[in-house]
T-cell receptor, first 117, second 112 residues
Framework: NAGVMQNPRHLVRRRGQEARLRCSPM?????VYWYRQLPEEGLKFMVY????????ESGMPKERFSAEFPKEGPSILRIQQVVRGDSAAYFC???????????????FGPGTRLTVT | SQQGEEDPQALSIQEGENATMNCSYK?????LQWYRQNSGRGLVHLIL???NEREKHSGRLRVTLDTSKKSSSLLITASRAADTASYFC????????????WGAGTKLIIKP
């Protein structure tokens, strides 16, 4: 059973370009989370999705950022017109259920390191 | 917003010693989880402790939870160089059935 997969692992974009980050959850997991991490800092929640639904995007900037988790295929985090401040590590995690019910941990991918030049 | 706070921010000990990290939080929780992150990599789940549990063990790891003080501790016994990593606590608040709230982490360095 493959773990959570993210690609690309490293992404370099010039200011103004679009960044597209992909995440394939673990087999059987229908809950996907995206987090952002700056160097030497903890994780910042961005968005929580289930298949075809955005459940909570309260941690995601309202402009330039969007996320989807289609019925088929990976979850996508898209950042349009990137700026230098978007440089960070972006982690995806998947879960088999609802962690708030006290039974589920999250399984993390290796992350995508975005560098905006 | 981040509610978990790990203490200390950084810890450096000799191999073989025990390492203790603490986590404090603010709201009522369903469970509390500890994760490890090796430099530049994704996080790995270590242990989950439910709000009605007081202590849990997994190998060399021992986690305690004191809901009256809203705090948890992670003890790593007989530390090894491979334990060098950042350790994060994450709480699952009672008023949310899906969110985990993350602390900023403790950076642990084990000196050989």
């Amino acid at each position: 059973n493959a773990g959570v997969m993210q690609n690309p692992r490293h992404l370099v974009r010039r200011r103004g370009q679009e960044a597209r980050l992909r995440c394939s959850p673990m087999k059987g997991h229908s809950h996907v989370y995206w987090y952002r991490q700056l160097p030497e800092e903890g994780l910042k929640f961005m968005v929580y999705l289930q298949k075809e639904n955005i459940i909570d995007e309260s941690g995601m900037p309202k402009e330039r950022f969007s996320a989807e988790f289609p019925k088929e295929g990976p979850s996508i985090l898209r950042i349009q017109q990137v700026v230098r401040g978007d440089s960070a590590a972006y982690f995806c995690a998947s879960s088999p259920g609802l962690p708030g019910q006290g039974v589920s941990e999250q399984y993390f991918g290796p992350g995508t390191r975005l560098t905006v030049t | 917003s981040q509610q978990g706070e790990e203490d200390p921010q950084a810890l450096s000990i000799q191999e073989g010693e025990n390492a203790t990290m603490n986590c404090s939080y603010k709201t009522s929780i369903n469970n509390l989880q500890w994760y490890r992150q090796n430099s530049g990599r994704g996080l790995v789940h270590l242990i989950l402790i439910r709000s009605n549990e007081r202590e849990k063990h997994s190998g060399r790891l021992r986690v305690t939870l004191d809901t009256s003080k809203k705090s948890s501790s992670l003890l790593i016994t007989a530390s090894r160089a491979a334990d060098t990593a950042s350790y994060f606590c994450a709480t699952a608040p009672k008023d949310s059935n899906y969110q985990l709230i993350w602390g900023a982490g403790t950076k642990l360095i084990i000196k050989p």
